[in-house]
C-alpha cells in the first residue's frame, strides 16, 4: 500500500511565497511520475506541475514562470515551490504518484494524498 502526505499550505499575501512538500511512503523501490494538482472551489480538478523520474517537466499554463517543481527520488519526495502567489492560485493542491515499483512489481494506478489548502488573500 502506497501512502501520500503533502504538508506546507497556508495562507499567504498576494505577491508571497509557499513551498510544498510530498512524501510517498510504503516499500516504494521508485515511482515514474510525481507531481501536483489542485481544485478552487466550483472548478474541475487541474494540473499544476509533474516531473518524471528522468527529469521531464510539465507545468500548467497559468503557473509557469511562477512555480517550480523538483524531486528528491530517494528520499521519495515532490516538492513545489511557488513564487508571485495571486488571489487565483487558491485551492487544495492533491499530490499525485504514478507508476510505482514496490518488490519488483509495478503498479500503475495513480496515489493521492488528501490536499493541502493554499489560501492567498490579502
Known amino acids: 500500500q502506497v501512502q501520500v502526505v503533502e504538508s506546507g499550505g497556508g495562507v499567504v499575501q498576494p505577491g508571497g511565497s509557499l513551498r510544498l512538500s510530498c512524501v510517498a511512503s510504503g516499500s516504494i523501490s521508485s515511482i515514474n511520475v510525481m507531481g501536483w494538482y489542485r481544485q478552487a472551489p466550483g472548478k474541475e480538478r487541474e494540473l499544476v506541475a509533474v516531473?518524471?523520474?528522468?527529469?521531464?517537466?510539465n507545468y500548467g499554463d497559468s503557473v509557469k514562470g511562477r512555480f517550480s517543481i523538483s524531486r528528491d527520488y530517494a528520499k521519495n519526495t515532490v516538492y513545489l515551490q511557488m513564487n508571485g502567489l495571486k488571489p487565483e492560485d487558491t485551492a487544495v493542491y492533491y499530490c499525485n504518484v504514478v507508476g510505482v515499483v514496490i518488490a519488483d512489481t509495478f503498479h500503475g494506478e495513480p496515489y493521492w494524498g488528501k490536499g493541502t489548502l493554499v489560501t492567498v488573500s490579502s
Open positions: 516531473e518524471t523520474r528522468v527529469g521531464t517537466t
